[in-house]
């Protein structure tokens, strides 16, 4: 018996049949059916087997065929096995952080090509913004002189902030979603400015900054701390800094790789919360986000 069938056989023995079944499978796809972009398979006119194993079922379809079906499988086979879903986590939070997709305004605008794209005029949407709104409102007395609203998106948020501050300035780095905020509020006394902050630096000292749904497209960690003093240098003492961030699969709040990596709301938010000139006032977690309010140090 050669070693190929040996380890077949090993593997049919301890892995519990589904798993064996779809491991066996995308085996199969990668090293049978897997003909690498460039490359023409001739076969050979001595072969006294068919071309494809498959009945034609793997040959002249859209090549879409030979990868969605097998990222499907791996991702399959991967959530079935523990081990093997903190890796698959693990490797896409590592290929992310090292591609850093959403450090460029132009993902942003190609989201911006549909309408409110994260359904923020939804009620599930505005009920989110609405329990960071009355985080404020716990502890505001008087409204706020000048705040900076950190990614605007449409402006449902800014709508929401404007009547609580005496002088708002809103910033995003996507083109599209000023334009559509700046329509949305033509009248208020708002300052609409284009504004990168993994750039920087943020000119001015503010009592109040707000970055919603922001902070989880850096995937960097060393990048997220750099914005992270960036924005509690921007604060005056006694100032508050309000964040919303997503979360992740549990498994990114869990495991070691979630923390050094930085990603999933509730590890951005330890992080900004580790920092000791800030104090936590007040949280909330849900399914999907998790709501801080921080205030900074009056000395
Ligand atoms: C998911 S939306 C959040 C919108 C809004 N804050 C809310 O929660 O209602 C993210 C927004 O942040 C903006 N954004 C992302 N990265 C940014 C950066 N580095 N500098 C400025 N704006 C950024 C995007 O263009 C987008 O409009």
């Known amino acids: 018996m050669n070693t190929r069938k040996r380890l077949k056989l090993l593997a049919k023995q301890i892995l ?18 897997y003909i690498p972009v460039g490359k023409v398979n001739m076969g050979s006119f001595n072969r006294l087997t068919p071309i494809s194993k498959y009945w034609g079922g793997d040959r002249g379809l859209p090549i879409n065929r030979y990868y969605i079906p ?5 991702r399959k086979t991967a959530a079935r096995v523990p081990f093997l879903r903190s890796t698959w986590h693990f490797a896409w939070a590592l290929a992310e952080c090292l591609r850093d997709p959403w450090r460029n305004p132009s993902y942003f605008e190609r989201l911006f090509a549909a309408t409110d794209p994260w359904q923020y005029e939804t ?20 409204k706020f002189q000048h705040a900076l609203e950190i990614g605007c998106a449409e402006g449902v948020f800014t709508e929401m902030l404007e009547p609580h501050c005496e002088s708002l300035l809103t910033v995003d780095f996507a083109p599209t979603a000023l334009h559509r905020a700046r329509q949305r509020l ?6 609409f400015e284009l504004f990168d902050l993994l750039r920087g630096p943020i000119h001015g ?7 919603m749904d922001v902070l989880d497209y850096i995937f960097r960690p060393a990048a997220l701390k750099r914005v992270r003093d960036e924005l509690i240098g921007a604060l005056e003492p006694g100032g ?31 992080l900004i919360g580790g920092h000791p000139s800030l104090h ?8 999907t986000h998790v709501f801080a309010l921080f205030r900074k140090d009056l000395a």
């Open 240 to 270: 508050y800094l309000l964040l919303v961030n997503t979360r992740q699969d549990l498994m990114f709040e869990t495991e070691w790789w979630g923390r050094l990596l930085l990603r999933g709301g509730k590890n951005v938010q330890d």
């Open 186 to 191: 033509p009248h208020a006394h708002i300052r």
């Open 280 to 287: 936590h006032i007040c949280a909330d977690i849900t399914e």
């Open 70 to 74: 097998m990222y499907h499988r791996v």
């Open 16 to 33: 519990p049949v589904p798993i064996y079944r779809s491991l066996a499978a995308t085996l199969r796809q990668i090293f049978q059916g």
């Open 123 to 142: 009620s599930e949407g505005k009920k989110r913004l609405s329990l960071a709104a009355s985080m404020l409102e716990r502890v505001q007395q008087g």
């Open 205 to 211: 000292r503010f009592d109040l900054i707000t970055a």
